[in-house]
């Protein structure tokens, strides 16, 4: 055999390996057949490299994310792109509401990367964000709009925009844990005091009765109240998104019946008397004076806004401290679960006065309670395992004879 002959079979390469030379400006080309396209010509793809080295490790890497089926020519899209067909594709399976939310952090992230090809992010590229992000926005806030933004690159990843997730190495803001804001003991009684003097008393007291959420509340009609049995129905919420009411099944889509206190139940007969009275039979339970949904903006304004002001005055008045500055009306719900954990109430009745999906829920948010449930049962045990002994009476010894 020739040197020539020994060359060329010495340089020859088996199907599908590739093809590998060197340009007149030095650079180095490696060209791969991928198959052939629909139309029968061969499909190939050629990568570059200034040294031969370089080419050939770019092509067996194209070589195999073709045979693992991933996308070779990942097409020019920018996050902008990304992001609004992430969103137009969420839309039809999450609530209003959600929709907002997602739309509001798109534009956070359009404003600082929205421009930026999809094909040459890189996890750096995140962590730059993650930092400019972190100047203008609160640990809750940047924590969830990274959570949006890796959302938005799994659609892409799936959709074959990217071949990973290039925001999956940015690791998520740790928030510090928040116990939930209720209304303390030595508080509550000021606070009843004070919705006394609002037209929505009933409304106040049967949110600390049920615990049942906002939009719960301002879905309620009179056929939900049974006065017989003493019992509500719960099951559909009132939501206002840009001004407009719908309504829609509560949280977790988990209908429930609560046992209403003899206190709320007198309140409610009250104001259906009054409603009957004003020809409002047929609205919500807790209307406006025209018998329509109660608006949260002007409900708040109008309503929660001057009893928690009322309640800190009588506070001041009679020397106590005001309510904690971040109680709101969601707080109630608060006060209503604490106060019935604190009472030895078994958590899997709370969970469902609640409507939580599971009791691990209720445990989770108000784990600040544990400390105290779990010295009650340390305090049961010990009366089981060691309950007091009455003493027994021991007969006298006779006296030993001399």
Same mark, same amino acid.
């Given at each position: ?5 020994? +060359? ?46 370089? /080419? ?14 991933? @996308? ?16 137009? !594709?969420?839309?039809? /399976? ?30 750096? $590229?995140?962590?730059?964000?993650? $930092? ?9 806030? =940047? =924590? +969830? ?8 690159? !799994? ?31 030595? *508080?509550? @009684? ?7 003097? $609002? ?13 049942? =959420? ?117 707080? %109630? ?12 109430? !078994? @958590? ?25 449930? *779990? ?5 049961? %045990? ?21």
């Amino acid at each position: 055999m020739s040197d020539i002959e020994r +060359k060329t079979e010495r340089e020859r390469r088996g199907r599908g390996e590739g093809a590998v030379r060197q340009h007149k400006t030095g650079l180095w080309e490696a060209r791969i057949s991928l198959g052939y396209l629909p139309n029968g010509r061969r499909r190939t793809k050629s990568v570059y490299g200034k040294s031969k080295l370089e /080419a050939l490790r770019k092509m067996r890497k194209v070589q195999k994310d073709h045979d693992d089926g991933k @996308p070779i020519d990942l097409p020019k899209r920018t996050v902008s792109h990304a992001l609004d067909a992430w969103i137009n !594709n969420v839309k039809r /399976a999450v609530e209003p509401t959600t929709l907002l939310r997602y739309e509001a952090h798109a534009a956070k992230i359009k404003d600082l990367i929205g421009n930026m090809k999809l094909r040459e992010l890189r996890s750096e $590229d995140v962590l730059r964000f993650d $930092d400019e992000l972190s100047e203008n926005a609160s640990p809750a806030e =940047r =924590r +969830k709009v990274l959570i949006a933004l890796r959302m938005c690159f !799994n659609y892409a990843v799936k959709e074959g925009w990217l071949h990973v997730n290039p925001a999956r190495l940015t690791k998520m803001v740790k928030l510090p844990a928040s116990p939930a804001i209720d209304i303390p003991s030595d *508080q509550l @009684p000021f606070f009843l005091e004070a919705v006394k003097q $609002d037209r929505h008393y009933t409304l106040y007291l049967l949110a600390l009765d049920s615990g049942a =959420r906002e939009g719960e509340l301002f879905a309620l009609r009179w056929p939900d109240v049974n006065f017989e049995t003493g019992m509500l129905s719960i099951t559909k919420s009132l939501q206002e998104v840009q001004g407009l009411h719908r309504i829609k099944p509560p949280k977790s889509n988990k209908s429930r019946s609560v046992k209403l206190m003899p206190e709320t139940l007198e309140a409610l007969k009250r104001l259906k008397a009054r409603a009957e009275k004003q020809g409002l039979i047929e609205a919500p339970i807790f209307c406006d004076k025209l018998g329509g949904f109660l608006r949260k903006s002007n409900w708040y304004r109008r309503s929660w806004l001057p009893v928690k002001e009322l309640t800190n005055e009588l506070l001041v008045k009679d020397g106590k401290p005001k309510l904690n500055p971040y109680t709101t009306f969601h707080s %109630l719900r608060h006060t209503c679960a604490s106060t019935l954990l604190r009472k030895g109430v !078994n @958590p899997k009745v709370v969970s469902e006065r609640l409507g939580h999906a599971t009791v691990a829920i209720t445990l989770q948010v108000y784990s600040h309670l544990c400390e105290t449930l *779990q010295h009650d049962a340390a305090t049961a %045990l010990s009366e089981a395992y060691f309950p007091a002994q009455k003493t027994v009476a021991r007969r006298p010894r006779k006296p030993r004879k001399a």
